[in-house]
């Protein structure tokens, strides 16, 4: 069966620091990856999907990067962080866009200070 | 583009009382429709989902939604609630090569 992992599972770093998150899919093969970020009492923001390696398509303008550098591996970056930052941040995988479902991660939860 | 409106933000319940929490789509196009469940600091489940077909879902832990084209509704029910179906609910919408669109979000709050 297919598995998401996400990790770290809880970071606090502090403004202008870097970040990166991991996240990892067992179990399919050449799956479509999403980042969300979930900011509190909201819903998810899509940030980045990503149809095949090297291949990132962004949603919204920030200062958040995303990288694929393997089929099953979908990596959420900054170089400087802004209190606007902190969330919750998930990872996604589908078969195809669109027609199918969705199944996510545990999710990383990132405070800013 | 799709778009999703749950229309409640808070629904508070007594448990084995019926529930039902609401939501509306816009497209201009055939859609795909979606119930996630999100559990404090988790992911989100699946429920269950629309793609075609009969027009009622039955999903997970006795949920079950009923897809109205003419309303663009996709409504979820639960005849009788537990004290952990306290949590987030999502309504989703997406169409053919397009992105999962999300509503706000629905928290379901089951009280003895």
């Known amino acids: 069966s297919q598995t998401i992992h996400q990790w770290p599972a809880t970071l606090v770093q502090p403004v202008g620091s870097p970040l990166s998150l991991e996240c990892t899919v067992e179990?399919?093969?050449?799956?479509?990856l999403y980042w969300y970020r979930q900011a509190a009492g909201r819903g998810l923001q899509l940030l980045f999907y990503?149809?095949?390696?090297?291949?990132i398509s962004s949603e919204v303008p920030q200062n958040l990067s995303a990288s694929r550098p393997q089929d099953r591996q979908f990596i959420l970056s900054s170089k400087k962080l802004l209190l606007s930052d902190s969330g919750f941040y998930l990872c996604?995988?589908?078969?195809?866009?669109?027609?199918?479902?969705?199944?996510f991660g545990p999710g990383t939860r990132l405070t800013v200070t | 583009a799709q778009s999703v409106t749950q229309l409640d933000s808070q629904v508070p319940v007594f448990e084995e009382a019926p529930v039902e929490l609401r939501c509306n789509y816009s497209?201009?196009?055939?859609?795909?429709l979606f119930w996630y469940v999100q559990y404090p600091n988790q992911g989100l489940q699946l429920l269950l989902k629309?793609?075609?077909?009969?027009?009622l879902v039955k999903g997970i832990n006795g949920f079950e939604a009923e897809f109205n084209k003419s309303q663009t509704s996709f409504h979820l029910r639960k005849p009788s609630v537990h004290i952990s179906d306290t949590a987030e609910y999502f309504c989703?919408?997406?169409?053919?090569?397009?992105?999962?669109?999300f509503g706000a979000g629905t928290r379901l709050t089951v009280k003895p």
């Open positions: 996604a995988w589908s078969v195809l866009r669109g027609r199918y479902e969705q199944y």
């Open positions: 179990g399919t093969s050449n799956p479509n």
């Open positions: 990503s149809v095949g390696i090297g291949q």
């Open positions: 497209s201009s196009v055939s859609v795909y």
């Open positions: 629309y793609l075609s077909g009969s027009t």
């Open positions: 989703a919408v997406s169409q053919w090569n397009n992105d999962m669109r």
